[in-house]
Every structure is written in C-alpha cells, then in structure tokens.
DNA sequence: TTAGGATTTG
C-alpha cells in the first residue's frame, strides 16, 4: 500500500502504522543516519502542483512542518515525491493534512539556502519501497467525504456510465470480451478487452505494452478486472479506454465463491477489505447479469465447421513456413473424425519424441497463421494453452478415401482469436492436467474401443451410425415435393432427348460444385435471370465513404414521416451524420420496429444500427429529396442481412415513396415491399451448385438453383450463419459421402428439366433440378 | 505507433 488516506474519527486514526516503523525527528535527519524503519511526520504547509519531468515522469514537491520543533530555526522540508506515487499523492493532498513519510531516500538540499528549510530533503517513490500515509480530518477532503469506512482506500473508482473524455480513471469491470495478448504491428503487445459494470454501460479498452507480463491475465469472459490510470477517450461516438503511463491491472476469477487472488506482474499493489467486498458484488452482479457461456468444447466434441477455445497442453511445434506455424497439442479426448497431419520435416518438429509417438492418436495438429506465428513460436513445449476460436474444416486430400477435419488458427484476431498461456495455477489448467494424468495411453491407442463415438449427439454407437448409412442407401436422401405419379427415366435416356422436356429420375450424387459451400452463394435476379457475386464489405464501405463527402440537406430534415437529428463526431474528422427516423402515426416506434435511414455514417456505424433498429437504408441528399446509394451498395440492411438491387432492372424512385408504407396500419417493412416502393428490383440470395449425377445408364451434370426449399435452409443467411454453413456441409456429406465407392452412395430422387441455350457459336442442352428437396430425416 | 471486437476461405 504505498499510498493511503487515512480518516480520524474523533481525533484517533483507526489504523496505526506498522509497528515496525519508528518516528524519526527533523534534526536526526541527516547523512550518514540509518533511516530504515524510520518515518518522518509533517503537516503540510505548502503543495506545489503536480509537474512532469523531462522524462515524463511525475513529480511533486511538498512542504511539510515538524509540529514538534515549532519553535526551531529550521522547523520545515521539502518532500519530493515522483511517479505514480506523486500523482496519486496530489490527489488527494490538502494543506493542514498530516503527512507521514516511510522508504525515503535522504539527499542534499539544493535550495536549502534560498527556501531556509532543512539543509536535506527526503525523495519518495514506489521503485525505491516507500510508504506515505495522509491523515485527514473528516470534511477535508473529497475523498473523506464520501468514505463511509474509517480506512478509505486512496483509490477511487469510476463506473462505466460516468466516464468521461480525455480523464484518467480508476475502474473496475466485468469481461465481456477479450483479445489475449498478441503481437502488434508496432512495438508493442496488443490486448483488447471489453468491460460491463452494473451501470450496464460497456467500456473497449486497447491495451498496449511492450511487456507481455504487463497485460491484464484474462483467461476467459466473466472474469473480472480492475484498472488503475486508464486513460479515457472518445472514439467513433463511444468511450474507449487505453493504457495511459503508469497503467496497472489487477484480474480475478469471476466464479461466485472462487478465492480472490489477484493476477498481476505487479509487485506492489494495494489491495483490501473493500475491495474484496467490490469483487464478490461483480460476481454475483455478472452471475445472473452476464452470458459466459462461451465456444469451449473438447476434442471429443468437435464438428466440422465450428470456431471453438480450447484448452490443451502443448505437445510438439513446427515450423512449417513464413506465415503458418504448427502445433500439436491434446486434451486428453479423442477427436471423432480423422484428424489431418501437417507434413513438417522431422528435424524441424520440437517435442519429446517418445510422448509424441505415445500420444500420436490423441494430439491433434493445428496450424497458426500470420500474427499468432511470433507467439506460437515462443510457447514452451508442455505448457497449458487456451487457443481461442479455432476453425475446424472438412477437406479430402486427393490421396485419402474419407475426409478428415482440420484445425485452423486464422490470422487475425477477429472474435478474439489468439492463444493464451494458463498458467500451473490456473484452475482449468490443473483440471486438464489432472485429466491428461488419469488418460490411459494404452486404451487410447486401441482405435477400436474408440470408434464408438458420439457423432453429434444422434448416434450413440457405432452400429446406430451404420444402420444410419444403410438407411441411406435404400431410402433416397432427396424427394420430391410434386410429380410423385411419374416414372423414373434412365439418365442415359434423358441425355438422348431433345430439350425442353421434365424428367423424374434416380440418381447418385458422384461429385458437386463448388465444394467450397460458401462459394455456392450468388445474387439473382429473377427478372433478367442474371446471376452475380454477393459484393465484399469493402465496395460497400468504399460507397458508403463516396456518399459521406455529399452534405446532408437541412431542408429534407424533419418531415411529416420522419425525424432528422444530426450530430458531429469527436473525433478529428468531425464528421456529420444525419439519422432519418421514420415514423408512424406521427409518433416513433420502438427501435426494433423503426426503419431509418442514415446520412454520413462509415459503414461500421451502418452495422451498428442494424444491430438495434429494424431496417437502415443508407441514403444521400438531393436538392429536393433524400436518395439511395449507388445500386453496387445494399440499398437496405436487415439484422445481418444485406439486400441489393439489380442495377439491370431497377428504376429508384426517391425515398419519399417509402412514406406510403410508413403510412399503413401496421408497416411490416418487408424487404420486396419497401424494393418495390423505392422501384428497386431485390436481387435474391440464391445457391447455385452443379451436381454431377450418375445411374448405371449414364450421367449429366444438373444445375441447382435454391433460395431455400432444396436445402431448407434460407440462401440470404448462409455467409453470416455459421451454423447454417455447418448444416449444408453436414447435408452434402450425407447425399455425397466423402472417399465411398459409387455402390455406397446413397439415392437422390430429383425432377430435372432440360432446356436449351443458344449462342452464335453453339447449342447447348443444360438441365436444372426443381421441384425436389432433402430427405427430412436426412436435415 | 500499435488498435479501435464483430471469424477464413491458407
């Protein structure tokens, strides 16, 4: 406790110093004393202002007055305080306070002839062990005021509604999101974190130090931190927190009734009473207030395309080349699927050679890319790691029957994706560990007693998987929804006739395209039937930025259907934007009923709004009224849903037609309603596959075009749905098993039709499959 | 300085 206010109730101070420490006299505080569990007590008489020094440093001169030797010619010293302790001293320190001063170095007084103080003054500060404590008498100061304990701790803390821009704070908090620390692209580790207190305001904080050791230890959300001198700043409309000098973190185990010990590379830190009290309420304020439930899963819980943190123990590492780094870790669990192996040369493979042949079907490999690489390469071998939001993917190599899954650690640090160190001590750790100790080797090496594995939950054993498959391959794994009374035609027929013609056929699913499912995701337009790639979120921020230089027009503010309210940003740029809220018998609704319409805004605060307010249309200012972006841009964003126009077909009318839907009983705001208002013909999201299909007469490839009735799963949410991705690739594996022969593949049932396509050059026959979707059993 | 939460497509 290098600092502490201490309050005197009714003359005496609650909390004695230590009993080590003994009162050294004005005149004994010379050169050449022994001032070790010596202090020294003054009253302030003079304060100067806190100042830096050249190199940045704090520093602060105090006077203080020996009550003692009133009387004597020399009766004052100066005190010079530097650092955190200077700061922290200058917040709290009033003239008339009693000052007691332990640790401190003795020196030379310079000014001792001009000042005719003490011929020595006393240095203090935390790197040299000092102590100071401030006795105050109740009212005289801020702090004392509002202390309700009679030991107030120096520190006070702000709560996440009262931050206020271009202050230092003290504050605690609640994780609710973390980056670990990674390597920035400057000098420094980088580790983001955001923070929620009971005030229910959140705070981002973007932590940098040079020092690994000095970051905050978060191991998972729901811990909770305290932050000393974190500076507070304004940044895209928002509070935003960032490590100012002198910035120290203490992190503890947000688990209701878990013991609170503080991580922290700190050696000095004050820590009491009080707040053990703050720690325990956040607890219990983040147990019923906060969802921690994060991605965690185990090896033996993995599917194919999933992000998921993972805690395991470090086997063996690799390099493998520039921008990707192998590791090879276990948890204990076997992994249900084939699991790939990253060919590395064996001199570049780092681990203990026996264990890794010993726990060859357990480990499993996980390739590191670009930023992560510089940390992966610095793990110890044997360390317990928590790697956070892993990729598994499904892939066959050419050479290989079945598929198998592979674990990937992207570059970037989206999602806070990264790898952590847990230390021995660390809970989880000492689970693992315990786990990994009682794991018998030799059973894991008995794929047999292995293979009966849970598969997702729907087969318990390996006998309930293989009357599965049979089921597959008798019943078909497609229907169709109409045309039941047909017969089935022979593919080889199908091939010999002229088009157009409808076929029922039967059919194995040999191979499709794209085998990259999200590449299947197209826009189409059923007006002009063209087809196009779903643009990338840098066109549209290239647009959205374009349209930011068109000033909003003040005379389009405030209409009979909408509110205007414009606003500057804080930020250097002191950008404008302008929010149209559309109303509704001339009143506002709830947000998540509202459609607006923004002026001005980048395009992450466009993502920001959909995330509250039903419907966002970016718009620009005409002379005489508001319009839509340029038609490469979504003309309306829904939840995470983005809708485009076909610039082919569309005519868009000016905004003012929305006001006839804003005017209706009950405004749905549908997305073809509100395209058909602005003239806009809505491109729809669309699957688009070939699938080569065979039967024992022949085969033809046959073009699926789905927005949802093939797959039954909606085409506009597949790219933003990672589940969604996971279903259709579970799909695929069930109509297309992967590395079977062709006997053992399962049954399709389709309707085709066959139609022809003429240029100048050639006669083309194409055929597209309708009227047909996936098994139910088989979803 | 760095990053400023909001998955890659190796």
Not at 196 to 203: A, E
Request: glycine share 6%.
């Amino acid at each position: 406790m290098p600092v502490q206010l201490v309050k005197i109730i009714k003359g005496k101070s609650e909390t004695p110093l230590p009993s080590h420490l003994q009162e050294e006299d004005l005149n004994h505080l010379q050169e050449g004393f022994d001032h070790t569990n010596k202090y020294f007590q003054g009253v302030v008489i003079l304060s100067y202002p806190l100042t830096k020094l050249g190199d940045g440093t704090d520093f602060l001169k105090v006077v203080l007055q020996d009550l003692n030797n009133l009387c004597s010619r020399v009766n004052s010293i100066n005190i010079l305080i530097y650092g955190k302790m200077a700061e922290d001293c200058a917040k709290i320190l009033r003239q008339g306070d009693t000052f007691v001063v332990a640790g401190f170095k003795l020196a030379k007084s310079p000014t001792a002839r001009v000042d005719g103080r003490h011929s020595c003054h006393l240095e203090v500060s935390e790197e040299a062990g000092s102590a100071i404590y401030i006795y105050t008498k109740p009212g005289t100061t801020a702090a004392s005021e509002t202390a309700s304990v009679s030991v107030a701790p120096k520190y006070v803390y702000t709560s996440l509604n009262h931050l206020k821009d271009g202050t230092i704070v003290n504050l605690y908090g609640v994780v609710k999101f973390f980056k670990p620390p990674y390597v920035s692209k400057g000098t420094d580790y980088c580790s983001v974190v955001t923070l929620v207190d009971p005030s229910n305001v959140k705070l981002t904080c973007t932590l940098f130090n040079g020092n690994l050791d000095s970051l905050p230890k978060i191991y998972k959300v729901g811990d909770i931190v305290r932050f000393h001198r974190i500076k507070i700043r304004e940044y895209n409309g928002q509070m935003q927190g960032i490590t100012s000098a002198g910035f120290a973190s203490l992190t503890f185990d947000g688990t209701v009734g878990a013991p609170i010990v503080p991580r922290t590379s700190s050696k000095v830190y004050t820590f009491m009473n009080e707040e053990q009290k703050t720690i325990e309420e956040l607890r219990v304020w983040a147990a019923s207030n906060l969802s921690i439930s994060g991605p965690a899963a185990k090896l033996s819980g993995v599917q194919p395309m999933m992000f998921f943190d993972l805690t395991c123990q470090l086997v063996g590492k690799a390099k493998v080349d520039g921008s990707s780094f192998l590791l090879k870790v276990w948890d204990g669990t076997k992994c249900p699927y084939p699991t790939w192996k990253v060919p590395v040369e064996a001199r570049d493979l780092e681990g203990e050679k026996v264990l890794l042949h010993q726990l060859r079907n357990l480990t499993v490999d996980i390739l590191v890319y670009d930023n992560h690489v510089p940390l992966a390469k610095s793990l110890k071998i044997g360390s317990f790691l928590r790697i956070y939001s892993i990729h598994t993917k499904q892939a066959n190599a050419d050479n290989e029957e079945v598929s198998h899954i592979e674990f990937h650690l992207h570059g970037g640090t989206c999602y806070g994706r990264g790898i952590g160190v847990l230390p021995e001590s660390n809970p989880d750790a000492k689970e693992l560990k315990a786990f990994l100790e009682s794991v018998d080797l030799a059973e894991s090496q008995d794929m047999e007693s292995m293979s009966s594995v849970d598969l997702d939950g729907t087969f318990s054993n390996i006998s309930d998987l293989e009357s599965h498959l049979q089921r597959c391959q008798q019943l078909p794994v497609t229907v169709l929804t109409d045309h039941q009374d047909l017969n089935n035609t022979e593919l080889k027929t199908v091939v010999n006739s002229m088009a157009p013609q409808q076929y029922r056929i039967r059919a194995k699913l040999r191979t499709y395209k794209p085998q990259k499912l999200y590449q299947s995701v197209k826009l189409h337009c059923s007006k002009c039937n063209s087809l196009q790639e779903v643009p990338d979120g840098d066109d549209f921020d290239f647009i959205v930025q374009g349209s930011a230089v068109t000033a909003s027009n003040p005379e389009l503010h405030n209409t009979s259907w909408y509110d205007s309210v414009t606003w500057t940003t804080q930020d250097q740029k002191q950008r404008k934007i302008t929010i149209h809220f559309v109303k509704h018998d001339e009143m506002l609704q709830q947000p998540e009923d509202t459609l607006l319409m923004i002026e001005g805004g980048t395009l992450k605060e466009v993502y920001k709004l959909t995330k509250r307010f039903k419907c966002v249309i970016p718009v620009r200012s005409t002379e005489d009224d508001l319009e839509l972006l340029d038609l490469s841009a979504p003309f309306l964003l829904q939840g995470n849903i983005k809708y485009y126009g076909c610039k082919q077909c569309s005519t868009p009318k000016p905004v003012k037609s929305l006001s006839s839907i804003a005017a209706e009983q009950r405004p749905s705001w549908e997305p073809t309603e509100i395209a058909q208002a602005l003239g806009i013909e809505l491109l729809q999201y669309a699957l688009i596959m070939k699938f080569t299909l065979v039967d024992r007469t022949g085969a033809l490839n046959a073009y699926l075009l789905d927005y949802e009735k093939f797959f039954q799963i909606p085409a506009s949410e597949i790219l933003t749905n990672n589940f969604l991705q996971q279903k259709m690739q579970m799909t695929m594996n069930t109509l297309c098993p992967p590395g079977r022969k062709l006997d053992d593949l399962p049954w399709l049932e389709c309707f085709i039709k066959s139609y022809n396509v003429r240029d100048e050059m050639k006669h083309q026959v194409y055929y597209q499959i309708f009227d047909t979707t996936v098994a139910e059993d088989v979803v």
